[in-house]
């Protein structure tokens, strides 16, 4: 186990409903991070939280919300999707340094398909 | 622009072959590498990292490589397993950036 923990670990919703995935992190990490795994694609970072401020927002639709209520949970709140946002969507810690690159602690994911 | 791309989609090697994977970043900024492993049904786990302070670095039955000149980053895999098989991710990222930019992955299979 990698110390970071996401449920579902499958989900299927239509176009109209309302779901959220859900991250814990038991390493005491003082950064999360929401990552989208698309088949063929790299890796895309979507939001980043550093000491539960969102200190990053890469362009993501706003059907896509997250939330970080302290430096342990990480939430990502659906609604309206489309399917093309199917995909596998991925929680990450880490440890930030000033400056430094660091690791990344990976979950198993949420594969998430839009019906 | 920032990429990280790697130089083959897919990678085939007998059991017990060595394997090695290849890496190309554009970034010169670029200070700190490291590589994942992804296997079926599973999130990206870490394997070994690399500062450009260095250009090689070994850990267990792995080791990465670090030309800094052409940018160009291996990972090399001893006496390869079947537990091996995965997609391997390299990524890198720049000082200040904090920010991991991720290569597309190579898919490893073992031959029996």
């Known amino acids: 186990e990698t110390g970071v923990t996401q449920t579902p670990r499958h989900l299927v919703m239509g176009m109209t409903n309302k779901k959220s995935l859900k991250c814990e992190q038991h390493?005491?990490?003082?950064?999360m991070y929401w990552y989208k795994q698309s088949a063929k694609k790299p890796l895309e970072l979507m939001f980043v939280y550093s000491l539960e401020e969102r200190v990053e927002n890469n362009s993501v639709p706003s059907r896509f919300s997250p939330e970080c209520p302290n430096s342990s949970h990480l939430f990502l709140h659906l609604h309206t999707l489309q399917p093309e946002d199917s995909a596998l969507y991925l929680c990450a810690s880490s440890q930030r340094h000033r400056g430094r690159g660091e690791k990344l602690f990976f979950g198993s994911g949420t594969q998430l398909s839009v019906l | 622009g920032e990429s990280v791309g790697l130089h083959l989609p897919t990678l085939s090697v007998q059991e017990g072959d060595n394997s090695i994977i290849n890496c190309a970043y554009s970034n010169s900024a670029s200070d700190y590498f490291i590589w994942y492993k992804q296997e079926s049904g599973k999130g990206p786990q870490f394997i070994i990292d690399i500062r450009s302070n260095m250009d090689k670095r070994q850990g267990q039955r792995v080791t990465v490589l670090l030309n800094k000149t052409v940018k160009h980053l291996s990972l090399q895999i001893a006496a390869t397993q079947p537990g091996d098989s995965a997609v391997y991710f390299c990524?890198?990222?720049?000082?200040?950036?904090?920010?991991?930019?991720f290569g597309q992955g190579t898919r490893l299979t073992i031959n029996p």
């Open positions: 990524a890198e990222n720049a000082w200040g950036a904090q920010k991991l930019v």
């Open positions: 390493l005491g990490h003082n950064a």
